[in-house]
């Protein structure tokens, strides 16, 4: 209820404001989102921060399931913020967020001063594998609003992957200055989990186990969490939303179009799948761009850093 409030009164006021340049309604919209985001954090007890397609609705689900499972909270409410605390204050408000706007409102471009006292999960994946699946999302999910707010190639353009991969606004160099950014300012952030994608495919208990337990403090239940990861797993996932059982968290677990896999939010979750789109050739400069410019830190062009690949 506390989202839907927020985006009415944004678009409120930009209705009001109609008569503006385009190009500063954009401003504006990104510094009321920057707005709601920034607050929302402050209250927050946990923040999981992704870049998007990183993973994030897969380990939204299973960490409500396992409060589901611990707390009795009905199998469609999907975990938003502080709704779960509201039915058991024992629940931490968990702030999922793709750090898109905080900065617009705070002129935090350099650093991530607004989350240093916060306990933050980030969740981090193969910058490849993100850029193929943000491709797939613009072309079949994304609302035309939303690409232009975010520099997206205008609704029904026709770009081919490559292309997309390799701009510079939504394709692998602002995905990489992103995961850059994070890395830099790790040490500042007073308690930081970062969980990789690839090792919550590997070992997505251990993944969840390590999440509940820097959320609440104590040990994970180990039944819950069994049973979270099998109620998350990929054809479950794909049944839920072909169902749309969390019909309450509006389209976020909705396919944009039945019938057509590569329309839903669960779509491959395979690792390394980038190379499927692209020419050898293709492939070759992807993967230079990514050696050359990528952080070390997170262990995807060289050997894992132990302790910084698991616990910042």
Known sequence: ??????????????????????????????????????????????????????????????????YQLTFSIPERVLLGFDNYHRRNPEIPKIFFTHDNYIKDYTGEFDSKAPFY???????????????????FQWQHRMRPAKKKLNKYPAHGTEVPAFEFVMDKHVGLPGIIDFLNLWAREADHVSDLL??????????PEEALRQVMEFANGVPADAEAVSE????????????LEEKNVFWLAGGRMKPGKKGNPDSYKVRRAKVGGYKDYFTDDESTQIDELVAAELSPTYGYESPTEPDRAAHG
């Open 117 to 135: 006292p916060k306990k933050v999960v980030l969740l981090v994946r193969n910058p490849k594998d993100i850029a193929v699946s943000q491709y």
């Open 1 to 66: 209820m506390d989202s839907i409030l927020k985006k009415a009164s944004r678009e409120v006021i930009l209705a009001l404001l109609f008569w503006l340049p385009e190009a500063r309604k954009i401003r504006l919209e990104r510094w009321l989102r920057g707005r709601d985001e920034t607050r929302r954090l402050e209250r927050a007890d946990v923040a999981v921060v992704s870049f998007g397609k990183s993973g994030r609705t897969w380990l939204r689900v299973m960490i409500s399931r396992y």
């Open 228 to 239: 979270a990861v099998e109620f998350a797993s990929l054809e479950n996932m794909r049944k």
């Open 194 to 203: 970062v969980i990789r994608y690839e090792d919550m495919r590997t070992d």
